[in-house]
């Protein structure tokens, strides 16, 4: 069987370039999208120069420009690039929750969705802490990147990894694209970026991610949850207060019906007593 494969993204040497995105849509024969109404073309987002704005169901991969001004001096700005993608997660939140198990662990350990066993439910959707899946508008089914899984079965480099000009999307085997970015951070600590790190790397994020990111600044910063939950991890949790709830409604309730039936005949006569000035309707 082979090693487990993915994605290194060193976001310290994206240029923005989109070339992932263009190849990404080129191999999938993804359309462009679309503006406001489906006969228009999409517009630009006037949000720097993300005009794609986030996944979708057209859009498995999302350059993101993160602006952050500088104190230099005014009008001046720093930019953030990240080519990002599925992460296909070691525990994947959506393998999880998929009720026809449309969403299948490859052999390459990539998260990989069967179309024709979809049956639209949208629950991985939901499920994701990524945002990465998204319905299609015309079939009706859950899209997302694939790790080009039909070019993996061709010993072919994914379309994005083979586009990129500058090596930022780096694909290969888990355990070296590890060992080559330990390598990378510990250069960027000797040339003063501390805050240079790995994201996804190792087993504290969803059991470790096949795609994962050297950033230099904090997850937030980018949009990525610093710890995302699989969703059964808080079953227990929501059970417990579940079953706490309903004891205590149940002993309220309790206690409410013995106040009730242990008053004395005395208040129980004072209670059915009639109000003062009221009239007593005779007995026919």
């Not at 052999?107 to 990524?130: H, K, L, T, W």
Request: hydrophobic share 35%; charged share 20%.
């Amino acid at each position: 069987m082979p090693e487990p494969k993915g994605f290194f993204t060193d976001t310290t040497v994206c240029i923005g370039c989109k070339a992932c995105q263009v190849a990404c849509h080129q191999w999938n024969d993804l359309p462009a999208g679309h503006g406001r109404s489906r006969s228009e073309l999409p517009v630009l987002s006037g949000n720097s120069y993300d005009n794609t704005g986030s996944f979708s169901d057209v859009n498995w991969r999302h350059v993101k420009f993160i602006e952050q001004p500088l104190t230099q001096g005014p009008n001046r700005v720093a930019w953030l690039m990240m080519s990002d993608v599925c992460k296909h997660c070691v525990n994947a939140p959506c393998l999880e929750v998929c009720p026809t198990g449309a969403i299948l662990r490859t052999e390459f350990d990539s998260v990989f969705i069967s179309e024709p066993a979809c049956n639209g439910c949208r629950d991985c959707v939901s499920a994701c802490p990524f945002g990465v899946i998204h319905m299609s508008e015309s079939r009706g089914v859950a899209q997302k990147c694939t790790l080009c899984y039909d070019r993996l079965k061709n010993e072919m480099v994914p379309a994005c990894a083979q586009a990129c000009p500058t090596n930022s999307i780096q694909f290969d085997t888990i355990a070296n694209l590890k060992r080559r970015a330990e390598q990378r951070v510990s250069q960027l600590h000797r040339e003063g970026v501390r805050a240079a790190h790995l994201y996804g790397a190792d087993d504290k994020v969803l059991g470790g991610l096949n795609s994962f990111y050297l950033l230099v600044d904090k997850p937030e910063v980018y949009g990525l949850p610093s710890n995302p939950k699989v969703p059964s991890r808080s079953v227990v949790q929501s059970s417990f207060w579940g079953i706490m709830t309903a004891i205590m409604t149940g002993l309220g309730m309790l206690f409410a019906f013995r106040s009730r039936t242990t008053r004395s005949p005395l208040d129980r006569a004072e209670t059915q007593k009639p109000a003062a000035g009221a009239k007593e309707r005779p007995i026919t």
